[in-house]
């Protein structure tokens, strides 16, 4: 299980989460986020990541034109739609596609397969807010034959991982505000506590697998 860790908005936390195991890093390039950051800042931040550490710019209800004009600017390598973008719109984009799905209850998940060739990523419906909610959907009403393909987001931290790495095992666990000591500024020992906690679990399950 991969991990990415979003509304990344400085070099050191930056650091901090490649060094401790984060797989992706999110920049949110939505000016109404709390977590917002201009291109210049992100790709002054890009520059000093590992070329393995894969980069996800966030976008909201913009044109695919813009988007892989920002995604080829600053050499990500994905971008997140995370408004209401079409099918057709998200089809334009030339760039891998996590597409975010706000789930409450009653969602359609016949809708994932609207988007072709997009990664799903499930997070918790809050109204007209995109992301950043810290609170979680019912886990139990997602289908067991998508878990292990989505990335799952909203109120993931170190108390659940365990419990999610067990029950639902999906592709990626998005983080962000579990992790901050307030809006766009992580928490050193949030972070550690989580990647020491999901490594525990990692290590547990690799010693029953023996």
């Given amino acids: 299980m991969k991990v990415k860790v979003c509304g990344i908005t400085n070099v050191p936390d930056a650091m901090l989460c490649e060094t401790l195991g984060a797989d992706m890093l999110g920049f ?7 977590r917002f950051v201009e291109f210049s ?7 000093k990541l590992r070329p393995e550490t894969r980069k996800v710019g ?6 695919a034109g813009y988007v892989n004009k920002a995604a080829k600017r600053l050499c ?6 995370h408004g209401d973008e079409s099918p057709e719109e998200a089809s334009k984009i030339t760039f891998p596609v996590i597409k975010s799905f706000r789930i409450k209850t009653g969602f359609d998940f016949s809708l994932l397969n609207s988007f072709k060739n997009a ?15 810290g609170t979680s959907f019912d886990w139990h009403i997602i289908p067991d034959d998508i878990k292990g393909s989505i990335i799952l987001a909203g109120g993931i931290s ?11 095992k999906p592709y990626a666990v998005d983080l962000s505000s579990s992790l901050e000591s307030e809006p766009g500024k992580k928490d050193r020992n949030k972070v550690q506590e989580f990647f020491d906690v999901l ?4 290590t547990k399950q690799s010693l029953e697998v023996e």
Avoid: H, M
Wanted: aromatic content about 12%; glycine content about 8%; proline content about 2%.
């Fill in 119 to 133: 990664t799903p990523l499930l997070d918790s419906f809050a109204g007209s807010q995109f992301g950043g909610t």
């Fill in 76 to 81: 990500l390598s994905a971008v997140q739609l």
């Fill in 58 to 63: 966030v976008f909201v209800n913009e044109t």
């Fill in 199 to 202: 490594n525990y679990n990692r």
């Fill in 28 to 34: 949110i390039f939505y000016a109404k986020s709390k």
């Fill in 158 to 168: 170190a108390a659940n991982i365990g419990c999610i790495y067990k029950s639902i």
């Fill in 41 to 47: 800042a992100a790709e002054e931040i890009i520059g």
